[in-house]
């Protein structure tokens, strides 16, 4: 699934969408009438903001947006909008789907650099890791397939017991959109989405270290494997991470990790050109 969310606001709006907002929406949050247009007669999967309280904007919040591709998108949001010449992106989520590699896995060995805050969440579903968190960029792993399980997602019956599917997602907003004008949305399918991601394997203490060194090798590696890679990085300084890492942590080869950076670019062409392809089963990746 490319793109997971994807909000557009613009200060032109349909008279007919407004008076249909005005007839049966309700006041919500910030905007003087929300509706969800999948329960109104115009059947659009969008969620509809009109008027925002403080600067007017209307808001187009979409269902389902991974189906819709571009051409869905940009037919509803004309419909709705009618001009999109000054439409501007609020939000956009994009994401990969990894079958046959678990959260764990992934996150045991994969660091971000440069990300300040980072951790992780537990919940039924299993363990969501943070490996960028801010206002306008978060970047993280989870259990997709555990999800779809927890709200009984019909796609979940397809997966067998022992399947997996982790998902990597980057959600921008506000500063962190690289590009804001809907226009430019295609630009997405060459813009570097994963910057700074790197591997270090980090199954097995160097050799020749010292017994005290082993130790403290043995030490790390349990806070790593329960915390994963990068929020450990982050209980430290910059200099005493360098040091540990030199020391114990051995880079992985290319070979060792897919390719993320490279299967986000596909996924993202994938929605911008449509038609949209269903996660494939097995061992291959979900686009």
Not at 181 to 198: A, G, K, Q, T, W
Not at 210 to 218: I, N, R, V, Y
Request: aromatic content about 10%; hydrophobic content about 40%; glycine content about 6%.
């Amino acid at each position: 699934m490319p793109a997971d969310k994807l909000i557009l606001l613009s200060h032109d709006i349909r008279a007919s969408f407004l008076k249909l907002a005005k007839a049966q929406g309700e006041r919500k949050g910030g905007y003087s009438v929300y509706v969800d247009l999948t329960k109104t007669d115009a059947n659009l999967p969008a969620r509809l903001y009109c008027g925002g309280i403080h600067n007017g904007i209307n808001k187009i919040d979409f269902v389902d947006v991974a189906h819709l591709g571009l051409s869905g998108v940009r037919r509803i949001a004309k419909t709705i909008f009618g001009d999109l010449h000054h439409t501007r992106i609020a939000r956009i989520d994009w994401c990969i789907d990894l079958a046959d590699l678990s959260v764990l896995e992934l996150a045991l060995y994969c660091r971000v650099a440069r990300a300040q805050n980072c951790g992780f969440e537990r919940s039924r579903t299993g363990i969501t890791f943070y490996l960028r968190r801010s206002k306008q960029s978060v970047l993280l792993i989870y259990d997709r397939l555990g999800r779809l399980r927890s709200i009984r997602d019909p796609l979940a019956q397809y997966y067998s017991k022992d399947d997996r599917l982790t998902r990597v997602e980057v959600q921008l907003k506000g500063r962190g959109l690289p590009f804001r004008r809907f226009r430019d949305v295609e630009r997405y399918s060459e813009h570097d989405l994963l910057p700074d991601i790197s591997f270090w394997k980090l199954g097995r203490k160097r050799e020749g270290l010292t017994t005290t060194d082993a130790l403290a090798a043995e030490g790390l590696l349990r806070t790593i494997s329960e915390y994963g890679l990068q929020a450990t990085s982050k209980m430290y300084t910059a200099q005493t991470w360098a040091y540990l890492r030199a020391k114990y942590l051995v880079p992985a080869s290319q070979s060792s990790f897919p390719n993320l950076n490279e299967l986000m670019r596909q996924s993202v062409r994938a929605w911008l050109e449509g038609p949209i392809r269903f996660p494939r089963l097995g061992r291959e990746v979900a686009l």
